[in-house]
């Protein structure tokens, strides 16, 4: 089955091992000394990650390494994208009535 970054993304943990890897590739074994959780829990959350094309798993010598691949996140990013664009017109949209109602309450009340 072929997940993708919005399953990878919905659990904290795994939010989390792809913050750490972002900035520093780490093995298998580190990654692990991370958690308090199983390393078998862990191995579930890698393999997740390296489904979805988040994580890409390298072997040197007889140690895996995880290596971020953050480009997959950009789907996110365009997926919150729209919704941004949706939310930024409706907000101006609702400054400008805003501004034009209290510019019409002044009107009234300098007419008093």
Not at 66 to 78: I, R, S, W
Not at 100 to 110: G, M
Request: charged fraction near 30%; glycine fraction near 2%; include cysteine.
């Amino acid at each position: 089955m072929r997940r993708d970054v919005f399953q990878a993304i919905a659990d904290p943990t795994r939010r989390e091992i792809i913050n750490m890897i972002a900035y520093k590739n780490m093995n298998l074994n580190a990654v692990a000394d991370n958690f308090d959780i199983s390393r078998p829990a862990v191995s579930k959350h890698i393999k997740i990650l390296t489904e979805c094309g988040l994580l890409i798993i390298k072997k040197q010598g007889r140690e895996r390494y995880c290596h971020a691949n953050l480009k997959q996140l950009k789907q996110v990013t365009d997926w919150a994208e729209q919704y941004r664009v949706f939310w930024t017109q409706k907000l101006d949209a609702l400054d400008a009535f805003l501004a034009n109602e209290q510019n019409n309450n002044n009107h009234k009340n300098e007419k008093l």
